[in-house]
Structure formats: C-alpha cells, structure tokens
C-alpha cells in the first residue's frame, strides 16, 4: 500500500477549491494548518482512495466531503460538526442526516450528534494504538472521552440501515440450515461396510486431501465413488485393504481387483485390440472422472482408467 503526505493549507474564504473533483491529478488532500501559525498537522491518505468502492459509491458532493473530513477532524478522527461552514467552504449544499446514511458507517455520529467519528482514520493512521507513544496516548484519551472502544473500532460502527442487521441474520442462519441440510445426506453404502470401513473411508478422504488438494463436493459425487467400490468389492476387509493398497501407492481411488489380478497372474498374452475414436475414448475418461469423483478434466491416473480404454486402439 502507498501512502503520501500533502501539506495544504485551510484557508479563510467562501471556498476550498473542490472543483479538483473533476481532476485526475488532485484528489489528494491530507494536511492542514491552523491560520494563526505555520504548524502543520499531518497525516496519510491512501492513494487508492478513489479506487475503494466506498468512494465510488458516493455522489460528487459526498465524495469532497468525505475528503474534507479526513482534513479536517482531529488526530483521533473526531469532527466537530459545523456543516455550514463546510458547505461556506466547499460551495456547496449538504445534508448532515443523508451524508451519514451515504457513508454507511465510515463516519458516525457521537456526542449526543454535535461530533462525527471516523473508525478507519484511527486504523489507518496509527495501527495497533500503544499507550506508550505520546501521541497514540492522546488519541486514545480521546477516544476514551467519548466512550469509544479502541479496542475493536469496528463495533463502534452502526449498521448501514436498520434493517441490515435482521436481513444479515436471517440470511446466515438460511446459509446455516442449508449446510445443515447438506450435511445431514446420508452415504448408502452396502450391507458388508461396518464401523472399520466407514471409519478407513473417512481417512482415506483426508489422504486425498493432503496429497491431491482433492474433495467430495457434495454428498452425491461421494455416492458415486462409494457405488463404485461396492461394485469392486464384496467385503469390508478387501475394501478396507484397497483403501491402503491406493494410500500406499499414491492412487487417488483403488482400483478393480480383476484388473490387479490379471496382472499379477503375468498375463502375457496380446488382447484382441479394440478399435474407437477419440470422441468415444474422451466421452469414456469424462465418465470415468465422474464417476471417481474427479472434476471434469481434472488429473486422472493411468490405472484408473477403465481397461477397455486402456487396450483400445484410438483413432481420429
């Protein structure tokens, strides 16, 4: 993140010169002086400001006065509200009660409304406020006035309208419940899968998870891949054995133990070579990733490709 330091001086007048809105190249107004002496406060503005989709959202009369705050409120980022003067100063009209509904929580109102407090000034400016540095002790005296927690600023924001609050609780407990739904789908395996093997299975989907960054993404591709092994298998013990043979060998699922067989019996013998397109040999990996539960041309392995596929003589 950049950060510059500008040194302008407030003047007396009808007007500050806002007209720089228009201007690609101005938009950076950060310190100011008092008229009866040259000491400058001084501060950081966020030279992406403009870029923030707060500001963005602002009309051009909120914009220059969001500016005019940061130049104007105190080094606690409190603003004594004196919104004729900015309206003398900024040449034109404002609404106080609009200005703070536009802002959205980024300046409030304390003090019984005589004050506005901008929360991310203080982060901005300072950081973690320490009571050991002169200056961050004055600002947390400050805010300590006006009962500000400094602590966590963000509680000290109100909520944008005052139906927020309820429309965002009742969307995260909708978001809940369907989780809680989603959750709640039960995996159908068969009757021969006992405690061990659900329990294996469990650890067998951690172990994709470490090596391939891979997961079930709903209960229904999981489905899948558990009718998978119950077509290859017909007892807990050879599932569960198949489970450790593919951790073992670093296989993203087992695969058919007739396949395994015929190789470890040493067949030799040349198959009869079937012949078919590449369409119908890409059409056969999709429905293999899909049914392994990989995603759609996601990484898969040579042996869990299906051995028709395998054997196959693919042609254009």
Known sequence: MEFATFEIPVRDGP???????????C??????????????TEGFIDTDLFKKPFMRSLEAPYKALWVYLLCECDHAGVWTVELDVAQLRMGM???????????????IAIDGGSKWFLPDFVA???????PANRVHESVLAILSKYGIDHEDLSKNKPLISPLQGAKDKDKDKDTSEKKERANEVEIVWPAWAGPQTLARWEEFKEYRWEEFKVKYKSPKTEQRAVNILAGYFTSGKQCVDALD?????????PVDPKDLAAKSNGFSGKPIETTITNREYQAGLAKARADLGIEPGGLILTEQIPEHLRKAKVID
Request: charged letters at 25%.
């Open 15 to 25: 007007r500050l010169g806002f007209d720089y809105l228009e201007m690609t190249h």
């Open 27 to 40: 938009y950076l107004l950060v310190s100011k002086a008092e008229n009866s002496r040259r000491t400058m």
């Open 93 to 107: 009209k404002l609404d106080a009660e609009k200005a703070l509904e536009k802002m959205g929580g980024a300046a």
């Open 245 to 253: 043979n593919a951790t073992g060998r670093l296989w993203r699922m």
């Open 124 to 130: 901005f400016q300072y950081g973690t406020l320490n």
